[in-house]
């Protein structure tokens, strides 16, 4: 049996052998990086940075790190209920698959429809599930989520109505599943948080489906970080680095990442009214990549008068919740959690 540290180090730090660190990015386990780690992520930190660097990610090895990403996926628990199902797409898109978690039929509970992570090109919906059914269980809600479309076999074009299209569904038959179609959220971690903050923006636009809350965990918001604007030195080492950035966004807008050309439409730190969003989550560390787009989104959100809370761990990196949630003296993952959890309760209206 593979303990959840292992597998979450393998899928977020690098499947089938490979990393996303550039050989540059290899440091010691005595290296004075580690000073701007969280001691209570020192750890794992070290561990991780012993890894033999595999070669960038890639369009000549995306299939090889897609295949091997599959393996670590955590065995769906048999006390809360999943069902894959199969729903029309938008008009003119291909039908989506989707992953109903925790139906319970008859009740009136929130919703959160999550979107999962993998820098836009990695990643499926049921490598979420077991994490989904922990959390739904817990807070007595239900949970959907969309396998969408991956780039770059697929832009943002098509990926968002993927969601929009899960979203449509979860609203049109919240009664059949047990939920409160006034109630839903949107959810996401990494990537899949770049993905729910243009749900957000999605749904807003359209005016079909109403949104009380999304939960944007180290979310990926801005093409520019990494390519046009460089990250400080001690950001982005561990996970998920710039060149890691660079292509998950050049395959997910088809085009090079940072310019002028750019559609707006695709990157939530280029839409310029962010008014009128649910209220939001924001969680990140402070030596993640993501960092100082994440704390920009925020401040975007709460001058554009949408309630946000904004959470910066310090000395954590990207995934850290995950890949140290085994290690007994990283308190620090847990308490996350616990915030990020506590935060849905609010945003949802579950009484604690």
Known sequence: MIDRRSMLQNLLAGAAGLSFFRPGDLIAADDPYLSFVNPELRGVAAKML???????????????????????????????????KVIPGRKGQPDVPIYVVNARPGLMRPAILHLHGGGFVLGSAAQSVADLQDLSSELGCLAVSVEYRLAPETSYAGSIED????????????????????????????????????????????????????CLVYPMLDDRTGSTRAAPAHMGKLVWNAQANRFGWESFLGQEPGGRRVPFAAVPARVANLAGLPPAFIGVGSIDLFHDEDVEYARRLNDAAVPTELLVVPGAFHGFDGIAAADPNARVARWFTAVKKDALRRGLGIAV
């Open 50 to 84: 012993q890894r033999t660097p595999g070669p960038p990610l890639s369009l000549a090895n995306l299939k090889a790190v897609r295949m091997g990403m599959g393996r670590w996926n955590r065995p769906f628990r048999k006390d809360v209920p999943v069902e894959r």
């Open 163 to 214: 969601n929009y299209a899960g979203l449509k569904w979860l609203h049109a038959n919240a009664l059949a599943l047990g939920a409160d179609r006034a109630r839903i959220a949107v959810m996401g971690e990494s990537a899949g948080g770049g993905h729910a903050a243009l749900l957000a923006i999605t749904a807003r636009n359209r005016g079909e489906v109403p949104l009380v809350f999304q």
